[in-house]
């Protein structure tokens, strides 16, 4: 901007900046003397934005943003540091993980002693007869090489029941006074869509029950959590996602309490993440009664998707494929709902206007969901309607073609290949270059997104960076090297195209006038970053709405 500029003319030619009362607005705050990413096409690149309240007012250069300043303005210069959008999570479970860090144990351990000690201890603090609850067990990480069996657990708690929660979500573990009080003894038939698992030799329960067979124990397991408790859970793990810089996350299989534990959060001032909480299928009669859908909500909580679920899980092998998993020649994992189901389901919420996001990992799941989503879109068009694949991980050239059709949304793990290297090799390396199929997706015009699906996943941007970038695990190992994207790419998606998941393209995702004021400041640029170390970028700030949701 010249000197002969009038400060109107400038911000005039900005587009978004119309829509604003320019003549009242001045900046709170000026960041600049930094490497901003804009992931705004127009301008890639800028080196300062002004912030009025909780948006951006102006982008652009050093001396044409700090013209816009007036006498009040904060100045904050960055010493050339790296910004970023906030990174959005698309598919992930943080309200419901927030209130498992409060009260269960956290079974992230690496052997099953150490497990068996953590439960002890908790055991020992819980009244008799009450239930000691463990999440994020992985049988892939403890250095036994074998899942936990009944006689661990009795060993460690042989008084109270015991109910362990896998990472993935989709098993279970229990001990024999937790099996008995879910009333599941070595008769018990399978449920459903669920398995009990017995031992091959003796007949005898193992201690794992898989999918829909967890209901036994949902039933006696009493979940007395209050109203200030949900509202804690959120506080909680609010601060665990704004220290990573996470900025808006996808609550993926959301409740009308997940809704007003929300509500409660903002109001009181905890909640330092934009919400956008989907429905789960169960509720979407009483949610279509009350006249919601879709949408409803605002910038900080908003009403998603519909959930439905189709195949299993990638972690614990259970998502259904067309080809056996490797090594185990019978097993074609499992479909959890039926395709007339989720036609059913899916109709009743597509025509009253909603979104649907159906969990589909398998190509047999993928292949499934699509076709059902082909279904309605013929019977009842509806533009725009945004069919969201979640997870979508196990790909072919014809799946993929018929999600661009569609104009569909795959929600790939973002961090699965780093974190979950050691179960890459059930599926084989030629699998592998068709999952997590982010070059495929970007190649063919597809916008897919980040999504950690915490618990089973770690959330972490940087991680999710260098997994997609480098496509290696922990140990080195690389998994699937034809579906690397470049760092501007997965940067890309982890924040625009996060944004474009849940309709909210025009109000962040990028750092651009009038946009939300969500940005992330690192400690250094991923572009000048070896690959392999992205995971060890420090966030430095993570700024919500113009305010600052951490600083290091
Ligand atoms: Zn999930």
Request: contains cysteine; proline residues 5%.
């Amino acid at each position: 901007m010249s000197n002969g500029t009038t400060r109107r003319e400038f911000l005039g030619s900005l587009a978004a900046f119309s829509l604003l009362p320019l003549e009242q607005e001045r900046p709170d705050l000026i960041l600049y003397n930094g490497n901003i990413w804009t992931v705004n096409d127009k301008e890639p690149r800028a080196q300062a934005v002004a912030i009025a309240g909780d948006r951006f007012l102006a982008v652009g250069s050093d001396s044409d943003v700090l013209n816009v300043a007036s006498p009040a303005s904060k100045k904050i210069d960055l010493g050339g540091k790296t910004v970023t959008p906030g990174f959005i999570d698309a598919h992930s479970h943080p309200a419901e993980a927030g209130l498992m860090h409060l009260r269960m144990v956290d079974c992230d351990l690496r052997s099953i002693s150490a497990i068996q000690a953590a439960l002890r201890e908790r055991a020992a603090k819980t009244p008799p007869g009450e239930w000691v609850l463990g999440f994020k067990y992985d049988d892939t990480k403890t250095e036994e090489g074998r899942p936990l069996t009944v006689a661990d657990l009795d060993a460690a708690v042989p008084d109270h029941p015991v109910h362990i929660e896998h990472r993935g979500g989709h098993t279970v573990y229990a001990n024999s006074v937790g099996f008995r009080k879910a009333g599941i003894d070595e008769k018990t038939l399978d449920p459903p869509g669920g398995k009990i698992d017995h031992d091959p030799a003796t007949g005898k329960l193992s201690g794992r029950v898989a999918e829909s067979a967890n209901a036994f124990f949902e039933k006696v397991i009493p979940h007395n959590f209050t109203r200030d408790d949900h509202r804690e859970g959120v506080k909680l793990i609010s601060k665990m996602l704004a220290r990573t810089g996470i900025t808006s996350a996808t609550e993926a299989q959301g409740t009308p309490t997940d809704l007003r534990a929300y509500q409660d959060a903002r109001d009181s001032g905890d909640l330092l993440y934009r919400a956008y909480c989907f429905i789960n299928f169960h509720y979407l009669d009483a949610m279509i009664a009350a006249g919601t859908r879709t949408g409803l909500g605002d910038e900080w909580v908003r009403i998603g998707a519909i959930k439905l679920v189709c195949d299993g899980s990638i972690s614990e092998r259970t998502a259904r494929l067309s080809a056996p998993y490797e090594g185990r020649p019978n097993d074609y994992g499992i479909l959890v709902m039926t395709e007339e189901e989720l036609y059913t389901h899916g109709r009743k919420a597509h025509l009253a206007g909603w979104q649907i996001g159906t969990h589909a990992n398998g190509d047999v799941g993928i292949d499934t969901t699509l076709r059902v989503y082909e279904r309605l879109q013929k019977e009842s068009p509806r533009r725009d309607s945004r069919f969201r694949l979640e997870h979508c991980t196990v790909v072919n050239d014809g799946l993929i073609a018929r999600i661009k059709a569609l104009g569909a949304i795959p929600t790939p793990f973002s961090t699965y290949v780093y974190y979950h290297g050691e179960k890459m090799r059930y599926y084989g390396a030629e699998r592998l270059n068709h999952m997590f199929a982010l070059r495929s997706f970007l190649d063919a015009g597809i916008r897919p997104t980040q999504a950690s699906d915490y618990p089973p996943g770690e959330f972490i941007p940087m991680m999710a960076l260098q997994s997609e970038v480098t496509r290696t695990d922990t140990k080195g190992n690389v998994w699937g090297p034809k579906q690397r994207i470049t760092v501007e790419e997965a940067i890309r998606v982890g924040t625009l195209n996060g944004a474009y998941a849940s309709y909210e393209e025009n109000l962040k995702g990028s750092i651009e006038a009038g946009k939300l004021a969500d940005l992330v400041v690192l400690g250094r640029d991923p572009l000048k970053e070896d690959t392999s170390t992205l995971i060890k970028i420090p966030i430095e700030r993570t700024m919500v709405g113009g305010k600052w949701s951490f600083e290091a």
